[in-house]
């Protein structure tokens, strides 16, 4: 929450963590996945994830659903940085290689093309340098602010 300024007076990168800050402290389903908030400027966020054993598949290697997962997380901090709550209305994703157990992944997310209240974010998930999966979501925002301003 941002208190004793207008939300409208903060610079962008500010305005960007702010949202994030807030989205942050109540995404119980990025926490509670192990996900790590690395950065978020303006359009874009930075996300990691260490595969657990419990995101294993009977193959041995990660879920797809969990890549999913933490390509969607990104996907969210990045289209939530302009203080518009703003929600999924679709994505795809392309699984290029496998994660195994200990792997650390980095999902990183960025705007694309952001027109009225509808926009299209890539992001990209590696295990190091390799890329793994290649992700595209399109957003709808509702029109609300994500923080609380003081009078």
């Given at each position: 929450?941002?208190?004793?300024t207008?939300s409208?007076?903060?610079?962008?990168?500010?305005?960007?963590k702010?949202?994030?800050?807030?989205?942050?402290?109540t995404?119980?389903?990025?926490?509670?996945?192990?996900?790590?908030?690395?950065?978020?400027?303006?359009?874009?966020?930075?996300?990691?994830?260490?595969?657990?054993?419990?995101?294993?598949?009977?193959h041995?290697?990660?879920?797809?659903g969990?890549?999913?997962?933490?390509a969607?997380?990104?996907?969210?901090?990045?289209?939530?940085?302009?203080?518009?709550?703003?929600?999924?209305?679709?994505?795809?994703?392309?699984?290029?290689?496998?994660?195994?157990?200990?792997?650390v992944l980095?999902?990183?997310?960025?705007e694309?093309?952001?027109?009225?209240?509808?926009?299209?974010?890539?992001?990209?998930?590696?295990r190091?340098?390799?890329?793994?999966?290649?992700?595209?979501?399109?957003?709808?925002?509702?029109?609300?602010?994500?923080?609380?301003?003081?009078?």
């Open positions: 929450m941002v208190t004793g207008d409208q007076q903060l610079d962008p990168r500010t305005l960007a702010a949202c994030a800050d807030t989205m942050w402290s995404d119980e389903a990025s926490q509670g996945l192990g996900m790590a908030l690395e950065s978020v400027e303006p359009g874009q966020a930075v996300l990691t994830m260490t595969v657990r054993s419990d995101m294993v598949n009977g041995g290697i990660c879920h797809g969990f890549i999913s997962t933490l969607d997380s990104t996907f969210a901090f990045s289209c939530n940085t302009h203080n518009v709550v703003t929600v999924a209305s679709g994505f795809e994703i392309s699984f290029l290689e496998s994660a195994r157990l200990g792997d980095r999902a990183e997310g960025r694309v093309v952001l027109r009225g209240r509808s926009g299209i974010y890539d992001v990209t998930v590696r190091g340098d390799t890329v793994i999966a290649v992700f595209r979501g399109r957003s709808r925002s509702l029109g609300r602010p994500i923080l609380e301003e003081t009078p």
